[in-house]
């Protein structure tokens, strides 16, 4: 079984509609990330939480929202989807030590909005 | 603020040959470097991961990447590419203090050819 498991892997949907992308994890860890892939962007930072009660924004939460229900579970809400939201998203873990932690990766949820 | 930038969206070398994908970073403080493949459908894997103790870092699948300071590279080697090494690499940098955030270069696709 996978340390870090994304569901659902692939969405399609509509303008407005709200989607939520579940991300679990076995690995044990306290920090939890979600990203978003772009064709030629790489990979920027949305959302993280050190733990339950600590959520942080990153550098494009503009339009997500996120959940921390419980160590193992972080999901990402999009309220109301618009169509360049369309893309790879990736959820993540680490350790709580220092910086040098390596960070463990979902598969990816591949959402399409129309 | 930090910053990752890989030189080249596309690679591509002949099956055999010296793999070079090129990383350079910006960052105020002594930085922790990653690298990280992606295969298709699949999330991202560790390759390597510099933290300081050596400058010279070995990974994965024959995989190695040298830093050195004063180019602010990151560049990372493989002496003979084999086909199943086609796959989408990226360079990140540890963003500041201990977040463990991650700023991910734009990502570099190898093509290997037979």
């Known amino acids: 079984d996978a340390d870090v498991t994304q569901t659902p892997r692939n969405r399609i949907t509509k303008t407005g509609k709200r989607i939520m992308l579940e991300c679990s994890q076995t690995k044990g860890h306290d920090r939890m990330y979600w990203y978003r892939q772009d064709p030629g962007l790489g990979l920027r930072l949305i959302y993280y939480s050190f733990d339950v009660k600590d959520i942080n924004k990153g550098e494009i939460s503009d339009g997500y929202s996120v959940s921390r229900q419980a160590q193992a579970k972080f999901s990402l809400s999009l309220e109301s989807a618009i169509p360049n939201q369309t893309a790879l998203y990736f959820c993540?873990?680490?350790?709580?030590?220092?910086?040098?932690?390596?960070?463990?990766f979902g598969d990816g949820t591949r959402l399409s909005i129309l | 603020a930090q910053s990752v930038t890989q030189l080249g969206s596309h690679v591509s070398v002949s099956e055999g040959a010296l793999v070079l994908l090129r990383c350079n970073y910006s960052s105020s403080v002594p930085p922790y470097l990653f690298w990280y493949v992606q295969y298709p459908n699949q999330g991202l894997q560790l390759l390597l991961k510099y933290t300081s103790a050596a400058t010279l870092v070995k990974g994965i699948n024959g995989f190695e990447a040298e830093f050195k300071k004063s180019e602010t590279s990151f560049h990372l080697t493989k002496p003979s590419a084999h086909m199943s090494d086609a796959a989408e690499y990226f360079c990140a940098v540890s963003g500041p203090g201990n977040t463990g955030k991650l700023i991910f270069g734009q990502g570099t696709t190898l093509q290997v050819k037979p």
């Open positions: 993540a873990t680490s350790e709580a030590r220092t910086g040098n932690q390596p960070q463990h």
